[in-house]
């Protein structure tokens, strides 16, 4: 279905990331955002309040990221679409609820700007540093989804994307973004509503005698429904069955999580969002995202200016980890080198999945700064030679 | 009519399918469910409108028995999770039901800030003195001197005086009885469907399993004398005054119902100001 106008400000704006982020989220059909200060994401949620009323919708800051994080599921049983959004300390203490969505199959976006840590870190400043927290944070197997836009358009882009991943897949998803990403600002079009793709939620059509509300349909997701339309259903943290009643078995267990995993892991394919230039016939392939990736560019132009044959794979899924794509490059390319701004939490996944097939090379950055240009091209130029 | 014909008029708000439950003999759990039954009869509340909220622990189970769109959330975040839901969907009665572990320890700063906005919540802590379901620990309401599993020789720490701290946080409405008070406290649970804003009913429940045996106190029919030799009601008595103490009286009844404005009545009406048409024509879209 197309977005709805309400939301959609349609036209070229000049904004950063965070505000960009926040008109992503409306475009999407996001009503409801509950929030907690924290720097540098505050601004999604700042612009989140001073839109929603004309809108049509609620913001509330509450009292801590815990229960900012449960809010928004509460809303989303009540029948809204509904994100929160934090940095590090708050993403950390929001974990808890990342797995209780996950076990619900609650459909909603997390969002978070990230800053260096751990800890307290650096509040005002980049990193790239909670990607595997993103992935495993809370306790428990789960999969998740999680994009990592590198502008400020693909802030509204992708955080459409995200949440018709959610609703479509019904399960939390994380949206990765970084201090520099958040705080930049750049030209952003917002195209008009009905040209503007936004999947609604999965509704049962049955009846309350025979709604099941955890019986999956084909594709591993099950039907939902709304508090207060008559189903009179029970949900739970425990694992449970498809009526959604607890069950403490291992039999019940399993089956649970590994169609929580299943329906994710099958759709990797169609989950896996990137931006591909040149690999082919590369010598060498720069796998980024975020922010890294624009100081990549550059580095990717001064090795092309020397000669060098070099490839660019950019991630805007980082989770379910795109395996295929990056086996492919491996096959390939001599070298792979890895910039981001942590050190080393994607390099890793790179060398999983390649298998061995080429050498990865991470470059690797504490945060607090982007990577330099010629630091990214000294890897390459060493992993060549 | 046999008697085995006859239906428990309970029975047609629980999940029959998942009986028997998992409470104790002698436990006030099931008490204070009866006690709601009967108030969401009396209430005439449109049942297809009530969402049950709870945490987790003993009490946390309601959720799970009641008939109802329930929802079993995490520990201690029964009252933000009820806060999403009834802002989305303002048509619900949100009923968060959890125990006094759940929303005073892990979960105080939420109770406190959900009563300080005044969301239209009805809130009901049964409240057994102790940490029930992990076997008996000392909870912010165990009583100085009572013995608990990681107060072997006895509590020295004070307890929370709950119907004051709701009252001083804004709570609209604070009520306490205890599973002895069976009809006051229906009719309590009914009197909150009617009331705007948050309210907050108090219930002592006895665990025989892991307070009463530990402090030789007898078993759950022991606690119906206790409760109804040591309490004594007295609406609007001062909620400073109600505090509880091990063997102390127990003070019981309505102490608080007063009008402040609700949380989404204020929004409502500030964004009106502020914004005018603009706002008006937005909630009206939806």
Not at chain 1, 374 to 385: G, K, M, N, S, T
Not at chain 2, 152 to 162: A, H, I, T, W
């Amino acid at each position: 279905m197309h977005a709805d106008p309400q939301g959609v400000l349609t036209g070229v704006h000049f904004i950063d990331g965070d505000h960009a982020c926040c008109e992503g989220a409306l475009a999407a059909g996001a009503r409801f955002a509950a929030g907690y200060p924290i720097t540098p994401s505050t601004e999604v949620v700042e612009r989140f309040a001073s839109r929603i009323p004309t809108v049509g919708g609620t913001f509330i800051q509450m009292e801590d990221e815990l229960a900012a994080s449960i809010t928004i599921l509460g809303a989303v049983w009540g029948g809204a679409k509904a994100f929160t959004v934090t940095s590090g300390p708050g993403f950390s203490l929001m974990m808890e609820h990342i797995g209780y969505a996950a076990m619900t199959e609650t459909p909603c976006v997390f969002v978070d700007v990230q800053r260096g840590g751990p800890s307290t870190g650096l509040p005002t400043l980049p990193a790239q540093a909670d990607m595997m927290q993103a992935r495993w944070g809370s306790h428990g197997d789960y999969e998740i989804i999680a994009l990592c836009p590198n502008s400020p358009q693909e802030c509204f882009d992708l955080m459409i994307q995200a949440f018709n991943f959610a609703e479509e897949y019904r399960t939390p998803v994380m949206f990765m973004m970084d201090e520099v990403v958040g705080h930049m600002t750049e030209k952003v079009v917002i195209p008009p509503a009905e040209q503007i793709e936004v999947t609604p939620r999965r509704l049962t059509t049955r009846t309350p005698a025979e709604y099941r509300p955890f019986e999956p349909d084909e594709d591993l997701v099950p039907a939902m429904a709304h508090a207060g339309h008559g189903y009179r259903f029970h949900m739970t943290g425990l694992t449970h069955d498809e009526r959604g009643y607890p069950v403490m078995t291992a039999p019940a267990q399993d089956k649970l999580v590994r169609r929580l995993q299943g329906k994710i892991r099958n759709a990797a394919d169609r989950l896996a969002l990137f931006e591909e230039e040149a690999t082919a016939d590369a010598d060498a392939v720069v796998i980024s995202y975020g922010i890294t990736s624009r100081v990549a560019q550059r580095a990717i132009d001064m090795a092309r200016a020397e000669g060098l044959k070099i490839g660019k794979f950019r991630l805007k899924t980082v989770w379910p980890f795109p395996d295929a794509h990056i086996r492919r490059l491996a096959r390939t390319a001599r070298a792979l080198i890895v910039p981001e701004l942590n050190c080393g939490q994607i390099a890793r996944e790179v060398e999983r999945a390649s298998g061995g097939a080429a050498p990865v090379t991470p470059v690797t950055h504490a945060g607090g700064a982007v990577h330099r240009p010629e630091q990214i091209f000294q890897a390459i130029q060493e992993a060549l030679r | 009519m046999s008697v085995a014909q006859v239906m428990n008029p309970i029975e047609p708000f629980l999940r029959m399918d998942r009986m028997p439950h998992i409470w104790c003999p002698g436990c006030g759990i099931g008490t204070t469910v009866n006690s709601f039954t009967r108030a969401l009869i009396d209430s005439k509340v449109e049942l297809d409108r009530v969402s049950i909220v709870s945490g987790i622990g003993c009490t946390g189970r309601v959720a799970g028995y009641l008939k109802l769109d329930s929802f079993h959330t995490t520990h201690g975040r029964a009252i933000p999770f009820a806060t999403g839901l009834k802002l989305a969907n303002p048509s619900l009665h949100v009923v968060v039901y959890s125990g006094d572990g759940d929303l005073f320890a892990i979960g105080g700063n939420h109770f406190i800030h959900a009563a300080r906005r005044n969301v239209d919540l009805k809130v009901i802590c049964v409240n057994n003195l102790i940490y029930a379901m992990t076997g008996g620990q000392t909870a912010p309401t165990t009583p100085e001197d009572a013995i608990t599993s990681t107060a072997p020789y006895g509590v020295y720490e004070p307890s929370f005086n709950l119907p004051a701290l709701a009252e001083a946080a804004g709570a609209a409405y604070v009520a306490r009885w205890t599973t002895f008070h069976v009809r006051q406290l229906a009719r309590s649970m009914s009197e909150i469907f009617n009331k705007k804003g948050f309210c907050f009913i108090e219930v002592l429940s006895p665990c025989p399993t892991l307070y009463q045996r530990r402090n030789k106190m007898g078993d759950g029919l022991e606690a119906m004398k206790f409760y109804k030799d040591h309490s004594k009601i007295r609406n609007g008595a001062p909620t400073s005054e109600v505090g509880l103490t091990r063997e102390g009286e127990i003070v019981v009844g309505k102490f608080v119902d007063r009008d402040r404005p609700e949380y989404r009545d204020m929004m409502r009406h500030h964004l009106s100001e502020a914004l005018g048409p603009r706002y008006q024509e937005a909630c009206e879209a939806l």
